[in-house]
């Protein structure tokens, strides 16, 4: 375990569904990232929170909502997605900017039928 | 525009040969710069990590990389290969905002016995 704990760890959902990704850090970090990692593409940032408010949306669908109700604790939720939108949802954390401390989870294998 | 390029997306060497690695950042001002490792099916890992001081940067796993500022480059190198270096090899660039924290498009490392 990397301290970022990411469930579940495999989802298979329907277009019409809607479901959630969970995140949790013990390292007691201020900042929460999610990643979206598709084959053959660069890591895509999604979400950047910085003690629990948002600091950055990077253009993302609003059929991805985020949620971060304390420092610990990320969620994604997810409506009426797309089968484009199959891949490993990763959460990060860090202590501020600069990448120092970022530490990722295993992510969440998502596929959308 | 910020990016991280990766001049390989696939390799492929024998046990004991030598691994280079190439990657160069276009980013403004400070930047730190790190390697991340993603084995079959497990979560990113750090590999190593540049923020200032000696560019001649000595990772986990046997692992080094160098920074040439001049260059804009991150290489990363391993003199002799092992069959559980197999792995994907992600680059990535972090300034000291918000959300830009940058990976490159990875490069898939294939070592055969």
């Known amino acids: 375990e990397t301290g970022v704990t990411q469930t579940p760890r495999h989802l298979v959902m329907g277009m019409t569904n809607k479901k959630s990704l969970k995140c949790e850090q013990h390292l007691g970090h201020n900042a929460m990232y999610w990643y979206k990692q598709s084959a053959k593409k660069p890591l895509e940032l999604m979400f950047v929170?910085?003690?629990?408010?948002?600091?950055e949306n990077n253009s993302v669908p609003s059929r991805f909502s985020p949620e971060c109700p304390n420092s610990s604790h990320l969620f994604l939720h997810l409506h009426t997605l797309q089968p484009e939108d199959s891949a490993l949802y990763l959460c990060?954390?860090?202590?501020?900017?600069?990448?120092?401390?970022?530490?990722f989870g295993s992510g969440t294998r998502l596929t959308v039928v | 525009a910020q990016s991280v390029s990766q001049h390989n997306h696939h390799v492929i060497l024998s046990e004991a040969a030598s691994l280079e690695l190439g990657c160069n950042y276009s980013y403004g001002g400070t930047v730190n710069l790190f390697w991340y490792v993603q084995y079959p099916g497990q979560h990113l890992q750090l590999l190593l990590k540049y923020f200032s001081g000696d560019p001649l940067v000595k990772g986990i796993k046997g692992f080094e990389a160098e920074f040439i500022k001049s260059k804009f480059s991150f290489n990363l190198r391993k003199p002799s290969v092992q069959w559980s270096d197999t792995a994907e090899y992600f680059c990535?660039?972090?300034?000291?905002?918000?959300?830009?924290?940058?990976f490159g498009a990875g490069t898939q490392v294939v070592v055969t016995p």
């Open positions: 990535a660039a972090a300034t000291d905002s918000w959300g830009k924290f940058q």
């Open positions: 990060a954390s860090s202590q501020g900017t600069g990448g120092i401390g970022y530490t």
């Open positions: 929170y910085s003690l629990e408010e948002r600091v």
